[in-house]
């Protein structure tokens, strides 16, 4: 590495849907990752194409796409024609009969997405993890399989259950693995480094953004071997503050706004929606962004700004269009974009002390470790003991010790508590917690007795690459 060289900005998509597939539709489930599908992944696709873009894809995720080359495409697909086309036009015809034509109009430009993501879907053959796969210039990092917040785990074994299964089906998929993982949440306590240098990990993202002096532009090494990269909260900020963020800009669709059938025709102003008002000021914020990093970097380091994918066309409409206009500016302003490998070759590490630390609120654990969630985090360390203790004792049936395992797998993940602490999924979090505690309690029931599942669980594509060893070998 040589010190010196000019600054560079790397973008790191973070991309991650729980475990949904088969599990309710709207409000909540199946139809979170449909909707992800249609106006995230499938965009995103054509946007990066080619650039020097850094994308997490998480197992559960790769999970669900994998299984859409099947009968879930087919749903997926019976969504876009059947539901989705039929309430933008009721909502179209019942604006325009209120005298709301701008509104009107608006809805059925906006039926136009889903037709091309349904074009997009079948132009790539049904095959999601074929198209990140053959993405050019673009790296693939991967992460623990279900999302699990690593320093909440009970066990060793719990922790090499997510992180081998994890990199095991990511290698499966995309032909190999650069090394690269994101810590679900960025959630790091001291000593984490030593588990994930054991999986193969080079790489991982922290959040040391509430430590005081800290140089967030240099990766760190750890004794253990894999680099840390900081993410710079100031310039995800630009972004993702709620108030003060590019997306509240008063130009663009209302995230909240919704019509009779949770369509959004309307501005953050609450005026009509205006396609191209919307796209020229994403143009505007691509040119701020690009301005405020190149001013960040002057002297030197490494850029790291880490943005959850589905921002970016889902909570963001206008993200996809902010990020092609990022990558077109970013060259004419001469500010060079990298991969994070590329940028980890060419900037000096530091060797400093890590605080625990998350990229949730107050940076610590307390959105999946508080009282409010109390209940969520015994079950989940209850039923990885009870897993552990268990496949400890017998191995035999392995189908059935399977199924214990991905009833684990899919009670540990971040997302159940996260929804309860942001209140935004009613009940859902807690009714698929109870769901997947009752049958991680009859497979482990089954197991003791030496018998066979007594019916299909519906966790059918969770952890294909499931790796036991974590969880049989001492």
Known sequence: MSAGRPGALALLLHSHMPYVEGFGTW???????????????????????????????????????????????????????????????????????????????????????????????????????GAFGSLERVELWTSAASHAVLPLLATDAGRRLQLATGTASHGRRFGGWGGGLWLPECGYEPGLERDLAEHGVRAFCVDQSSVPGFDHLRPIATEAGPLAVPVDWATVELVWNERKGYPA?????????????????????????????????????????????????EGGGLLCCALDTELLGHWWYEGRDWLAAVLEEAPRAGLELVTVSEGLDRVEPQVVPMSASTWGASKD?????????ADLAVAARSAELRTV???????????????????????????????????????????????????????????????????????RSLAPDLDLAALTTP
């Open 27 to 129: 409000p909540f489930g199946e139809e979170w990752l449909w909707e992800a599908v249609a106006s995230v992944y499938l965009p995103l696709l054509e946007v990066v194409d080619g650039a020097p873009v850094t994308i997490g894809l998480t197992p559960v995720l790769c999970d669900q796409l994998e299984a859409m080359r099947g009968e879930p495409g087919e749903r997926y697909l019976r969504h876009l024609r059947d539901i989705v086309a039929l309430i933008h036009a009721e909502d179209a015809e019942g604006l325009a009969r209120g005298g709301e034509q701008e509104l009107a109009a608006e809805v059925r430009r906006a039926a136009g997405d889903y037709v091309a993501a349904e074009e997009a879907f079948e132009r790539h053959g049904r095959d999601l993890i």
């Open 249 to 297: 800009d008063p130009v663009y669709r209302d995230y909240h706004g919704r019509t009779v059938h949770d369509l959004k025709p309307w501005t953050n102003a609450g005026g009509a929606y205006e396609r191209e008002a919307a796209l020229g000021r994403a143009r505007d914020h691509a040119r701020d962004f690009v301005a405020r990093a190149a001013a960040r970097l």
């Open 365 to 373: 654990l307390t959105t999946w470790d508080s009282p409010l969630v």
């Open 389 to 459: 203790a268990a496949a400890a004792r017998r191995s035999e049936p392995r189908p059935v010790l399977e199924r214990a395992a991905r009833e684990l797998l899919a009670m540990q993940s971040s997302d159940w508590a996260f929804m309860v602490t942001r209140s935004s999924a009613g009940d859902y979090p807690r009714e698929r917690m109870d769901h997947h505690g009752r049958e991680l309690d009859a497979a482990l029931a089954a197991l003791a007795n030496g018998g066979g599942a007594t019916h299909d669980p519906a966790v």
